[in-house]
């Protein structure tokens, strides 16, 4: 089975400082994951991925997320948080040795950066 | 490409009343997907397509709910009848075929019964 935790509901932040929002899963092949992030009353937009290779992803915006295997645990960062990064971040993934195109979404973590 | 195209953006009906969420997937992705969103389940998927053959309905919550993809370029979401609890914002997303590959959403159709 496959499953996304994401184990805060909410992560505030001061803007200027880092901001880390977690995720972990479980698969039972080899991991795809990506992270989404949803502004209010707009649709989820893609940020970054993980298929492969180096462990440190970068992706829109300033984010990146570091793919730990043995943590399972794939963490959305930024150095620098800024007001507009305020929304909800989706983390998902994907079984790559499956067939099947569907994303496993975890709960998402509503992302409040204040001045 | 002008992205996933969704209508209407916002749908109000009372109950009993028939909805039709329609759909329009980017140009050449393979896959279609159907969402719900709501506070208290947050995304669900209910059901997706694959070179326009329905795959994995089992996230649909009744026999009220049916989609239908005719052509590679539209899909629908119908909801007969519909009920208050249906309330929710209804996404559409669409991918290539490769399962590196991310999904794209539309801007979703905020559907109220009332």
């Known amino acids: 089975a496959q499953s996304v935790a994401q184990p805060e509901d909410q992560v505030n932040v001061a803007e200027g400082n880092p901001l880390t929002v977690k995720c972990t899963y479980s698969?039972?092949?080899?991991?795809?994951l990506f992270w989404y992030v949803q502004y209010p009353n707009r649709g989820l937009q893609f940020l970054l991925k993980?298929?492969?290779?180096?462990?440190l992803v970068k992706g829109s915006y300033g984010f990146e997320a570091e793919f730990n295997k043995s943590q399972t645990s794939f963490h959305l960062k930024k150095p620098s948080a800024l007001v507009s990064d305020s929304a909800l971040y989706f983390c998902?993934?994907?079984?790559?040795?499956?067939?099947?195109?569907?994303?496993?979404f975890g709960r998402g973590t509503q992302l409040t950066v204040w001045p | 490409d002008a992205g996933v195209i969704q209508s209407p953006r916002h749908e109000v009906t009372e109950m009993g009343q028939e909805v039709t969420l329609r759909c329009k997937p980017i140009?050449?992705?393979?896959?279609l997907f159907w969402y719900r969103q709501t506070m208290m389940r947050g995304l669900e998927l209910l059901i997706y397509f694959n070179n326009n053959v329905p795959i994995d309905d089992s996230g649909m919550p009744e026999d009220r709910f049916s989609a239908k993809m005719p052509n590679a370029s539209f899909s629908t979401l119908k909801i007969q009848p519909s009920e208050p609890r249906d309330s929710a914002v209804y996404f559409c997303?669409?991918?290539?075929?490769?399962?590196?590959?991310?999904?794209?959403f539309g801007p979703g159709t905020r559907l109220t019964v009332t």
């Open positions: 998902a993934v994907r079984d790559g040795g499956s067939t099947l195109g569907r994303l496993y």
């Open positions: 997303a669409s991918s290539f075929h490769g399962a590196e590959d991310e999904q794209y």
């Open positions: 140009s050449g992705h393979d896959y």
């Open positions: 698969v039972s092949g080899n991991p795809y």
């Open positions: 993980y298929i492969t290779g180096d462990n």
